[in-house]
């Protein structure tokens, strides 16, 4: 059974950092496209990066030069660093992994972005 853990989330204030980890069970993450998504409240879920297979990396606009996606093929889990943290980021931040007709979501972890 597929299964994915997100971690690392927490409250932050501006300018700071924060590491996701989304540790696959069940699944070898690799062979699918990996991402991070987020949902505000009151705002639909939207992309935040992905990482395809071939490692090829792509990012929202809103966070470009400052997250990071990265996979560890070992660890069996993808990770997302966050710096220069906003309060606009803060949402429940959920890992995703699609390839073909197959996607599994995690159960999404909270960032909050706060003095």
């Known amino acids: 059974q597929a299964q994915l853990v997100e971690s690392g989330g927490g409250l932050v204030q501006p300018g700071g950092s924060l590491r996701l980890s989304c540790a696959a069970s069940g699944i070898i993450s690799s062979i699918y496209h990996m991402g991070w998504y987020r949902q505000a409240p009151g705002k639909q879920r939207e992309l935040v990066a992905v990482?395809?297979?071939?490692?090829?990396?792509n990012y929202a606009d809103s966070v470009k030069g400052r997250f990071t996606i990265s996979r560890d093929v070992a660890k069996n889990t993808v990770y997302l660093q966050m710096n220069s943290l906003k309060p606009e980021d803060t949402a429940v931040y959920y890992c995703?992994?699609?390839?073909?007709?197959?996607?599994?979501w995690g159960q999404g972890t909270q960032v909050t972005v706060s003095s």
């Open positions: 995703n992994a699609k390839w073909g007709l197959s996607e599994f």
């Open positions: 990482i395809t297979t071939s490692g090829s990396t």
